[in-house]
């Protein structure tokens, strides 16, 4: 029971981290290394939930705070071009999500971008807790399966922390960043990709630019 509390507080303060947090896969994989005698699926469902609750603390963090009081109206405007069409597709947004969650890759990213559009979070939640239950099983027995042909007295050398993870996550924080920036208006009506931004001049207050 211990061993469930701990791995829920661990899920949750990395997938409350808007950055730079460790991918979670990471510590289903010690879990299962190191606790062989456990159940892989019960150690995902706490891990999924865990992820869950901190991917959608973070949603609603980028939406009250970031959408609420700090994005500029005109920007506020422009991601709400998109956030009419995520809710004129709410299937395949819901299926995108699901698939992500299948994936090792960071979540964060992909949690503050929908939190700016400010649409209900509950479906992309289920999302998600489904594919990252399914995927987190996986990893828990793959640790538990290396577990029983690797000395566990042996030492694994690296860190999450790698020059490749930096700049993936800079990467990525510049692509939220973009979101925010493009015409989305363009991009649906035109099929064109334009970088909008305001320009402080007599008579104009905000315009776009190819």
């Known amino acids: 029971m211990a061993t469930l509390a701990i791995l829920f507080a661990v899920v949750l303060l990395i997938n409350?981290?808007?950055?730079?947090?460790?991918?979670?896969?990471?510590?289903?994989?010690?879990?299962g290394f190191n606790v062989p005698e456990?159940?892989?699926?019960?150690?995902?469902?706490?891990?999924?939930?865990?992820?869950?609750?901190?991917?959608?603390?973070?949603?609603?963090?980028a939406r009250t705070l970031v959408r609420g009081r700090l994005m500029r109206e005109a920007d506020r405007q422009n991601i709400d071009v998109a956030k009419a069409w995520l809710a004129q597709h709410k299937t395949l947004t819901v299926s995108?999500?699901?698939?992500?969650?299948?994936?090792?890759?960071?979540?964060?990213?992909?949690?503050?971008?929908?939190g700016l559009s400010g649409l209900p979070l509950r479906n992309i939640a289920a999302a998600f807790f489904v594919g990252r239950t399914a995927s987190y099983t996986v990893w828990a027995y793959l640790g538990r399966f290396v577990?029983?042909?690797?000395?566990?007295?042996?030492?694994?050398?690296?860190?999450y922390l790698s020059g490749y993870f930096v700049v993936t996550q800079?990467?990525?924080?510049?692509?939220?960043?973009?979101?925010?920036?493009?015409?989305?208006?363009?991009?649906?009506d035109e099929r064109k990709l334009s970088?909008?931004?305001?320009?402080?001049?007599?008579?104009?207050?905000?315009?776009?630019?190819r």
Do not use: C
Not at 16 to 31: E, G, K, Q
């Open 16 to 31: 409350l981290m808007p950055a730079f947090a460790p991918p979670t896969w990471m510590a289903m994989s010690w879990v």
């Open 38 to 61: 456990g159940k892989p699926f019960v150690f995902a469902l706490v891990a999924a939930s865990a992820a869950t609750l901190g991917r959608l603390i973070l949603a609603t963090f």
């Open 96 to 114: 995108a999500f699901f698939l992500y969650a299948l994936s090792p890759f960071p979540s964060n990213y992909l949690f503050i971008a929908y």
């Open 147 to 159: 577990s029983a042909r690797i000395d566990p007295e042996s030492q694994f050398e690296g860190g």
């Open 170 to 188: 800079l990467i990525l924080l510049g692509l939220v960043y973009a979101l925010t920036k493009l015409d989305w208006k363009m991009l649906f």
């Open 195 to 209: 970088w909008r931004r305001s320009v402080k001049a007599a008579g104009h207050s905000d315009r776009r630019y």
